[in-house]
């Protein structure tokens, strides 16, 4: 039988461990081994398990492992990557890297050599197998994108892309969750001006959430198709609405994508970037 290939995640952080969270919850870790990294490690000691291995030692676990998931912060990799250089196997070895504004091929230079790298986004919802993960390749065998594929696709959803959108994917897809978050938060803030406990307004503020989120995903319709069953001619919906749009709602929601696209563009710059 085929050996399961072994995953290191080098960076257990919030996205590290929350990748982690989701393949455990989906099973993919049964007859694999995984090792999970960071400097400090008190943190996640009680990831401890027989087929989880928690360490420090960043070249131990990429010995015995041969996907490797680099969830380190941008400023963090190149040092990482050079520190790997030694244990780093081509013909045994897939990079995949979550990193931000990091490319392919800086990503390779900083390894030393031609691996076979990924660049994927997911967000921090794969703990809970619902992300949205981009993945970038500049050419890898189609087995190595199966294999990879594989990882994202049982926590969540997949979608392949050219790596000059890996920026924008980061903005919608990863920060999305953020953005989300907070129009959720308002919504709540909202429910318990008008009469609910907190609790409550949170319950129906997610399952509304949800509810439009499955609408679009169950129909294929466009948000506007799906408005116009919702504003009764002069109800309620539609000036509650339209009180939004003159205060900027989607305006708001564009220029805060932009902007942070544009903070990626700077991270890019070696002389912006936090030591
Ligand atoms: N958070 C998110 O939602 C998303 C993040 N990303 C990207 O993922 C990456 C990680 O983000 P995030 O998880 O938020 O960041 P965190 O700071 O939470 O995680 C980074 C982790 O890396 C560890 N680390 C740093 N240096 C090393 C090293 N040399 N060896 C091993 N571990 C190390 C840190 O722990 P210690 O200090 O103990 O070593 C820390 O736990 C970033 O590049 C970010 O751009 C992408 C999509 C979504
Ligand atoms: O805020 C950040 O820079 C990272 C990338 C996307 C989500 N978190």
Redesign the pocket.
């Known amino acids: 039988m085929k050996k399961l290939k072994n995953i290191a995640i080098l960076g257990a952080g919030n996205?590290g461990l929350a990748i982690a969270d989701g393949l455990q919850r989906a099973g993919f870790l049964a007859d694999r081994k995984l090792f999970l990294t960071r400097r400090n490690t008190r943190s996640i000691e009680s990831w401890k398990s027989d087929n989880v291995e928690v360490t420090s030692d960043n070249k131990y676990a990429v010995a015995g492992a041969d996907i490797v998931l680099l969830c380190v912060q941008p400023h963090q990799i190149e040092h990482l990557l050079k520190e790997l250089r030694p244990v780093l196997d081509s013909d045994r070895h897939i990079l995949v890297s979550v990193i931000?504004a990091v490319g392919i091929e800086q990503l390779s230079s900083y390894a030393g050599g031609p691996f076979p790298i990924i660049r994927a986004m997911p967000?921090t919802a794969i703990s809970v197998r619902e992300s949205m993960t981009c993945m970038a390749h500049n050419g890898v065998a189609e087995s190595v994108q199966t294999e990879v594929e594989n990882i994202f696709a049982c926590v969540g959803k997949t979608l392949w892309i050219e790596e000059p959108l890996m920026q924008a994917a980061?903005v919608v897809c990863?920060?999305g969750i953020?953005f989300w978050m907070r129009f959720i938060r308002a919504t709540m803030q909202g429910g318990v001006q008008l009469g609910f406990d907190a609790h409550d307004a949170k319950e129906i503020a997610v399952q509304t959430c949800l509810g439009a989120a499955s609408l679009l995903n169950g129909t294929g319709k466009h948000p506007e198709e799906e408005i116009d069953r919702v504003t009764t001619p002069m109800g309620c919906t539609i000036v509650g609405l339209n009180e939004m749009e003159h205060n900027g709602l989607s305006s708001a929601l564009i220029k805060g994508l932009a902007t942070s696209f544009e903070r990626i563009n700077q991270m890019k710059k070696p002389d912006n970037e936090p030591v």
Request: hydrophobic letters at 45%; charged letters at 0%.
């Open positions: 996205l931000t967000n980061t990863a920060s953020a």
